[in-house]
């Protein structure tokens, strides 16, 4: 995948450099410079995985060779390995609404980025 900065799209950057850099040279961010959409299928087959599997498999596309998907799988499974929660997102009925806790281990999400 090929990523640009959001204030000039004429460079393009692997997810090396743009993992690496942090930032563009000319002060904007990095994005990537198309997106896939999710088949109806694919969105499907999507929903019967749990978080890890969820995570590597949307992850995966925005890589490039960066490493394997079995690497991948394993550094976020290394990274969400501590969670509380089985399925690291826990969800909890609140009334009528839904609520995500988001406060179980919030600092893997830096871990998971800093395995990478």
């Known amino acids: 995948m090929e990523y640009i900065s ?3 799209n004429s460079d393009h950057f692997s997810f090396k ?3 690496l850099k942090g930032l563009a040279d000319d002060g904007g961010l990095f994005v990537p ?3 896939k959409p999710f088949s109806k299928d694919e969105l499907n087959k999507l929903s ?9 498999e949307i992850i ?26 089985e ?7 609140l009334g009528n609404l839904k609520v995500l806790e988001l406060y179980h281990h919030q600092e893997t999400q830096v871990q998971l980025l800093l395995m990478l």
């Open 6 to 8: 959001t204030r000039n």
């Open 17 to 19: 450099n743009v993992f």
């Open 33 to 35: 410079k198309s997106i």
């Open 48 to 56: 019967g995985l749990n978080y890890n599997e969820l995570a590597a």
């Open 60 to 85: 995966f596309p925005f890589i490039g060779d960066f490493m394997t998907k079995e690497e991948l799988i394993s550094t976020v499974s290394k990274s969400y390995s501590n969670f509380r929660a």
């Open 87 to 93: 399925d690291v997102v826990k969800i909890s009925d």
